[in-house]
């Protein structure tokens, strides 16, 4: 690989202490950060057809290579054309490495320096990943962001463990940076893909030192900090984050994995974090939980039966601009597959705007000022309509 060839580039823009905007440019165009990925599980954003996702101002989603190796398998996908080809979006795609999914099958696996083997839950087939492995799948599902294999030790993990992990993570890096580089930084289908290293270390200040150090010696194009929000809680998870800020390159990517609670996000992105994805707005959407600026309404609820105002008046994404309150409660209760899409729809909606708030927040040098307001307005109500667990 040269510097000539097209690669992603990434640009700052604006700055606000830590937290910053920039330009993250991909084979499949651009995506403004502070940006939160949607995840399209198995090759679909679950209830949501490209044409919703687009309009909700989603700019880059993420696939699972677990689920999709094992179901339809990374030949298949390369012979529908690939993961944008397969999805119909024909914009910017990352994919994870599968380890997390493998390392949360804790009694289906075993895990030895070359990689690890494990049973598929479909259909209990013996599966082996390994770093090699993990590369050739991810070039055949051909995102414009892949992730090394890594190993994410549970939040119980002692020291040891932890410490053990950071090191094999490390050489599976350096593993998985030449395999990417004998295929040319390139998909199946020729697009240049770029490879992202994941820090891990626990709740370790130090270990996510060493973590770091060794990733950033293979010089790769953006980073992601790994085995966070694991079940340590919100302030554990700042109070890593503020330790280790400064611990990955300034003028790459840091993409922190798996988190998309709002106030986990506003602690992230002060602390210089650009990406985020998870499974909130649609896992969310699907439960009749709807995310508004006021806190959280659950549209399964009585007080909406006539309620002929939308889920957020301010809202004008499909769902907001087409359907009650009590409309939605009454599809809900029906059983209609119409529900659950509309809502994940209004969620996705809402969490593009949130990130774009951020970003216009940064912008302006008013990040810490609007987060607290944020938060005030997201988290203060404390009735059952404002519950903060997912389901
Ligand atoms: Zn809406």
């Known amino acids: 690989m040269t510097r000539d060839q097209p690669m992603l580039s990434f640009e700052v823009i604006h700055s606000d202490g830590n937290a910053r905007t920039a330009r993250l440019l991909t084979p499949h165009g651009q995506v403004n950060t502070p940006a939160f990925m949607p995840v399209g599980t198995a090759g679909s954003v679950k209830g949501v057809a490209p044409d919703r996702l687009r309009e909700s101002g989603a700019q880059m989603i993420l696939g699972n290579t677990y689920h999709l190796m094992l179901r339809p398998g990374a030949a298949v996908v390369e012979q529908l054309g ?128 060493e973590s770091s150090s060794r990733l950033v010696e293979l010089d790769l194009p953006g980073y992601a900090i790994g085995g966070l929000s694991v079940g340590e809680g919100h302030e554990a998870m700042c109070d890593v984050l503020a330790a280790t800020s400064d611990q990955l390159p300034a003028d790459r990517p840091r993409y922190l994995m798996g988190v998309g609670e709002p106030r986990d996000m506003l602690a992230a992105v002060a602390c210089g974090v650009d990406m985020f994805d998870c499974v909130l707005p649609t896992r969310n959407g699907r439960n009749a939980q709807a995310f508004t600026w006021q806190g959280r309404l659950r549209l399964r609820n009585a007080r909406w039966i006539s309620d002929r105002s939308p889920i957020d008046e301010g809202c004008d994404c499909y769902a907001c601009r087409n359907f009650s309150r009590g409309t939605m409660r009454h599809l809900f209760l029906a059983g209609e597959m119409l529900a659950p899409t509309l809502v994940s729809v209004h969620n996705l909606h809402f969490f593009s705007q949130f990130m774009s708030e951020i970003r216009n927040a940064i912008s302006r040098g008013e990040l810490a000022k609007r987060s607290r307001a944020w938060q005030d307005a997201l988290y203060a109500r404390n009735d059952c309509e404002n519950a903060d667990d997912c389901d």
């Not at 479909?122 to 051909?142: K, W, Y």
């Not at 993570?169 to 199946?188: H, M, P, V, Y």
């Open 82 to 209: 690939g993961l944008h080809a397969m999805m119909a979006w024909e914009k910017p795609i990352l994919t994870d490495s599968g380890g997390y999914q493998v390392f949360s099958l804790s009694h289906r696996r075993t895990i030895d320096e070359d990689g690890v083997v494990f049973r598929s839950h479909i259909d209990g087939a013996r599966v082996r990943l390994t770093p090699e492995s993990c590369m050739s799948i991810q070039r055949s599902l051909g995102a414009d962001v892949i992730m090394q294999l890594d190993e994410c030790p549970p939040g119980c993990a002692d020291r040891r463990e932890v410490q053990a992990a950071v090191r094999r993570s490390a050489e599976w890096a350096r593993r998985c940076k030449q395999a990417w580089i004998d295929a040319g930084c390139l998909s199946a289908g020729g697009n240049y893909q770029a490879l992202f290293g994941i820090q891990q270390g626990g709740s370790s200040v130090d270990l996510r030192g």
